[in-house]
């Protein structure tokens, strides 16, 4: 049997379980790949934090309006992107819905904005968001960066840890457009416009 090289990415094992856990059309890398040149679509990346909102050291009323506060200025950045690409528009970010990413699952519903997610094994043990397209990609969070980052051909930062803060600048040494909306902490609010030359700040 071949082992697998150091430089392979990690393989999903749990395709079953994903065609279980969502609705979504799952598919691999390949075949995204072909659907999103046939339809020209337009993939805009969210990252951002995963985790729940009280993470923030927030409570009651200001939590509230913090939370609404992020859900305003992402849901700008939403309308802008539609506004330019309509029906070829598909946004990305991570399966799990916590954090920014429910509040990107949320506001692209109401938009009636397709969703797409590659994601981990790892994803499977959490809630997931209503996703359109699902790409299993990896066993562990992390492993499906560089298939996201590759995938999207736009992208929008608000808050986000390590992994956003990766993401982010290898997007932009992609040379690939990059929005960072600043004031909710995290990554977003640390990146300075040296690390990211180009990207736009909010």
Known sequence: MRQQTTDEP?????????????????????????LKARSELYIVGVMGFAGRW?????????????????REALGAELSRFRERHGGRLVVATGATNTGVLQLTYELCAGAGVPTLSAAPDAS???????????????????????????????FVLLGGGKQSRRETLAASSAGKPVTVIQGFGGAADELTSAESPGARFV
């Open 124 to 154: 499977l043990k959490y809630e997931l968001g209503p996703l359109r397209y699902v790409i299993p990609a990896g066993r562990e969070f992390g492993d499906e960066s560089d298939l996201f980052v590759s995938l999207c051909d736009e």
């Open 10 to 34: 990690k393989r999903p094992r749990r395709i079953t379980e994903w065609r279980k856990r969502t609705r979504a059309e799952v598919l691999d890398a390949g075949q995204f790949y072909v």
């Open 54 to 70: 009280e993470r923030s050291g927030l409570e009651g009323e200001e939590l509230a309006r913090f939370v609404a506060d992020a």
